[in-house]
């Protein structure tokens, strides 16, 4: 059985499962539009002991539900880069950032908010949107479809669970946060100053997936490295053992062995 932090203040918008007090690195995990630090779990229960996941929690969700959405990315992106700066002061291990599809996009704009003491190792983005490229702000843009129309592009493009999408009544509840968080992506376009660390793109068997590395390197002055997985659709939802494999992967040769810091957890 999990363990869950305190549920006030900064705890409410971070889930720490069991804890792990001898990790080497963090690992600061954002889901995809719609969802909260849950889809997290499975993956932080199948990593390796040496690492420790952490989930980010926006508003309007899970136990911040009552909690008004963030209408913007940099809203979100600020909240962000400040419950991490807090919480790694207080561990002091080296950090690594993942983010799925709409939380890759949170989690690339909260890292050129991080204080510089913050040891951010690295990002990992899988279902990523291109650095750079403008979300449509008007016609077919995700946020303005019908609501049949946008089950039908969710499905298409495995981006939500199939049996939240199969059912009505879940659907519907969870189609107002969904589309305030896909309006977060209107005419938005990462603008920021490039960053000083690695980005890990993580590249499935699915023929939807679009990586361009290039647009990648554009955003960070660091290296920019693709690992293939074998997973054909969503890793985190689908294959999370497959995902917790990959981020430790990751993490060996972003983490050099015995970073980590005394302080504890």
């Given at each position: 059985m999990s363990q869950t932090s305190a549920t006030s203040g900064t705890d409410r918008a971070l889930q720490k499962w069991t804890p792990r007090p001898h990790t080497s690195a963090v690992v600061y995990a954002l889901a995809h539009a719609g969802a909260g630090?849950?889809?997290w779990n499975p993956v932080a229960a199948a990593l390796p002991s040496h690492l420790e996941l952490r989930a980010l929690r926006l508003p309007g969700r899970e136990n911040r539900i009552?909690?008004?959405p963030h209408t913007s990315v940099a809203s979100?992106?600020?909240e962000v880069a400040g419950v991490i700066a807090a919480d790694a002061d207080a561990h002091g291990k080296p950090v690594l950032l993942a983010g799925s599809c709409?939380?890759?996009m949170i989690a690339l704009a909260a890292l050129g908010l991080l204080p510089a003491h913050v040891p951010v190792r690295g990002l990992v983005a899988l279902r990523q949107p291109i650095p750079g490229h403008v979300a449509?702000?008007?016609?077919?843009r995700p946020s303005a479809m019908s609501t049949a129309d946008l089950r039908i592009w969710l499905r298409d493009y495995?981006?939500?669970p199939a049996a939240l999408l199969d059912d009505d009544a879940v659907f519907a509840f969870f189609e107002?946060?969904?589309r305030s968080d896909l309006s977060l992506t209107d005419g938005y376009a990462f603008t920021g100053s490039p960053l000083d660390v690695p980005v890990f793109l993580l590249r499935t068997a699915s023929p939807q997936e679009d990586l361009d590395s290039a647009a990648w390197g554009r955003a960070t002055s660091a290296a920019v490295r693709v690992h293939d997985v074998a997973v054909d659709g969503d890793p985190l939802t689908e294959a999370p053992t497959v995902l917790a494999e990959a981020i430790a992967a990751i993490a060996a040769t972003a983490v050099p062995a015995?970073?980590?810091?005394?302080?504890?957890?």
């Open positions: 630090a849950a889809p009552a909690a008004e979100a992106a600020a709409f939380g890759a449509p702000a008007s016609g077919d495995r981006l939500t107002p946060l969904l015995g970073a980590a810091s005394p302080l504890s957890v």
